[in-house]
């Protein structure tokens, strides 16, 4: 019961926790739209509480949203009530049939990364791919990892939570703060982050608190995507280092990747 508990805290508070990255509604509006594509619509995978799926349904973009959590769908399908260009898919991005082709795809918030083995993550791909249309285009947003940060992350038995910002429920006005710890595990490039929500009073004391199941993200790195994206029959147009197309280099924070759909993999 507490950890869903806790899911449902995720799902409520997720839009007072999470902004827009620099520039990332703009890049993809713009993508979208100067494109003959757009007639063909957008899916967005993993798409949460529809933070970017709504700001692009506003430009009249015909968009599906599909997410494997109940809990932020169902945040996501409170913002859409009365549009008919947006609907709303409960699947998981490895195995979802939509009777449709879109002419994009995209993945914002490094979503890719909750794969974490290669069938996962060619599973993944190749399910997006079938739902493109002959040259529809996937854009990838991914986290340019950080090897000082990753090699300074404790193991499993050592773990150190860090406090976040206190929040405060847009319905309850409960306030909530998140304490998450992160590790690394090197062989597998696999980042875990195991987080509480603890509700706290007007003192900041802690009053209950709500223990979230774990979290597992794979580390991408750069030609590790660049060959799971051929070996999912797409080719590269495109990786930048944020979302004001600026080449990707060391000190880049971000990952944007635009690949096209080639065909049928051989």
Known sequence: MKKLIAKRLYAELYDIRVSD??????FYRGLILNSDLKS????????????????????????TGLDISSELLEIAQAKSVGMSNVK????????????????????????FQFMNSPDEQVKCLEQIKQHLVADGLLVMHLDHQDFGWLAKLPNKKELVYKQGRILTHPTTNLQYRPS????FEPSTQTATVKTNWEEVDRKENVTQIWEMEPKQLHCVFRFEMEHLL?????????????FFKNKLTDESEEMIWVAKNTGDLK
Request: proline content about 1%; overall charge negative.
């Open 88 to 111: 709303w898919i409960l699947n998981d991005m490895k195995r979802f049939e939509i009777d449709t082709k879109f002419g994009f795809a995209i993945m914002p918030g490094h979503s």
């Open 21 to 26: 990255w620099e520039g990332e509604v703009d």
């Open 40 to 63: 063909q619509g957008v899916l967005e995978v993993a798409c949460g509480t529809g933070r970017v799926t709504m700001q692009l349904a506003k430009e009249e973009i015909d968009i």
């Open 230 to 242: 051929k070996r999912a029959g797409f080719s590269i147009e495109a990786v930048y280092g944020d």
């Open 180 to 183: 998450s710890a992160w590790s």
